[in-house]
């Protein structure tokens, strides 16, 4: 349902409740004033881009996502993926592609898909956000050590290497203020609790700046001509065909990263605040959200679990909250956009280091690397190197195939297929008759017969010697079966069929007992060969006697 219908039937919107979420939203504002400039820097738009993302995004998720606690905007983890799409498309292409991801989202919303991201397993969402962190980190040694000209390299390992040799060359004064800017970000948490670090370390520093004019040290002022004192135009992408098929794949990458991201800051804000979202509307929300953003020269969107926090820590409980929030972004815009000229980029560096080592979870990752299974472990550090190595796409995509593939075999190893003899028989199946009839076989397949457990059956049964006149398999304890093992068994039986050598089933919940005759297994085997009890089969197995 849309939040902010559900925020009114529960009665959020009444008057008792609109301060907390003023103040909140407020508060939510300021936090979110330097990083929106942060993220669009970073991401290689412009600082006022950012904020027309947080103001826009923010409203639109509101009225229209899930979540009725959620503070949408720019974000962390989405500063690699725009940044290369930047490089390489240009802004305008990076416009066009987050409008693309939007439609995707709408869609993925529309499709009721919302349920499908929480099977990306956490060993993949901490390595890649984890990745992301220090890719992010790295990339801000630039304007926090005030480097000059900017290291050059394609990939991370060239970056990082040049970035290095630069070092010695660090720029005193705008190390300096960056420092200040970090210890502020640091320390005011735990000495004022109740006032944002990031306003506070950008006013400090912003102020020393304006003051004595520091030679060398850059700022919005320098790099961008400071920020317009205006409300952005309505202004469409261009769009060719071309255009639209080159950004695809970038749009794709977009929209599950932003699924991820605003479905996983919804289930965060639900812990937090005992809510519970509606994830296919968040999806929704989301991609409207992310259509309309661009058209006033935004970039991409998602759920920000750091501002979703300090809104619900601020009381926030409604959609009012993130309404106030951008509103009070706007009113920044339209009073104290001329200010903004002196905002070192240091300090907006500064704050991206703290952003990074939150992001990146380290007590999580580092508990991770020493108590996860070494499955989980060996996915987490190829995820992880992956995304910083080579492309967070990748990253993704290798790790939840492999996550996969180990889950599979794993499960594969649980599927046991055991003959049973005459002791096991008395204590499993009490009904079962005390003797077998000559030459009669029990096998019992416990767990589910996929194509995993498939070469352990066949190989099980291939062993089974020539003068055996009927084979009786206990299904009872099969959940599923799937093609594979139903082809498997198909064979299997053939090959007894051959031997003449009589295959009676038993057992077989409903489920499985479909899946066999869908695949004609029953007409092949024959009917009367499958009964519901091994009392039954054991019986049937004698008479043939």
Sequence with gaps: MIAILEARRAGLLRREHLLPNIVAGIIVGVVALPLGMAFAIASGAKPEQGLYTAIIAGLLTALFGGSRVQISGPTGAFIVILAAIAAQHGIDGLLLASMMAGFLLLAMGLARLGGVIKYIPDPVVVGFTAGIAVIIWVGQW????????????EHFHQKLWHLLQALPQFHPATTA???????LLVLTPRLIKRVPGPLVAL???TTLQAVFHFDGVATIGSAFGGIPQALPALQMPEISFTRLVELIGPAITIAMLGAIESLLSAVVADGMAGTRHDSNQELIGQGIANIVTP????????????????????????????IVHSLTLLLVILVLAPLAIYIPLAALAAILFVVAYHMSEARHFWHMLRHAPRND????????????FADLVVAVNVG??????????RMAQTVRIEGLDADRLAAEFPAAPAALPPDTLVYTIEGPFFFGAAETFERTMAGIHARVRTVILCLGRVPFIDATGLQTLEEVIGRFQQRQTRVILCQANATVLRKLENAGLLERLGREQVVPQLSQAIAKAAAAD
């Design 400 to 409: 939840v195939v492999l996550a996969a593939l180990l889950f599979m075999h």
């Design 177 to 183: 203020l960056a420092l200040l800017a970090l210890a």
């Design 295 to 322: 058209l006033f020269g935004g970039i991409a969107a998602t759920g920000a679990i750091a501002r979703t926090a300090t809104n619900i820590r601020n009381g926030g409980n409604s959609p009012v909250a993130a």
């Design 377 to 388: 472990v060996i996915v987490l550090l190829i995820t992880f190197s992956l995304t910083v």
């Design 142 to 153: 630039k304007d926090f050590f005030g480097l000059v000209p900017a290291p050059g390299g």
């Design 203 to 205: 006013v400090a520093v």
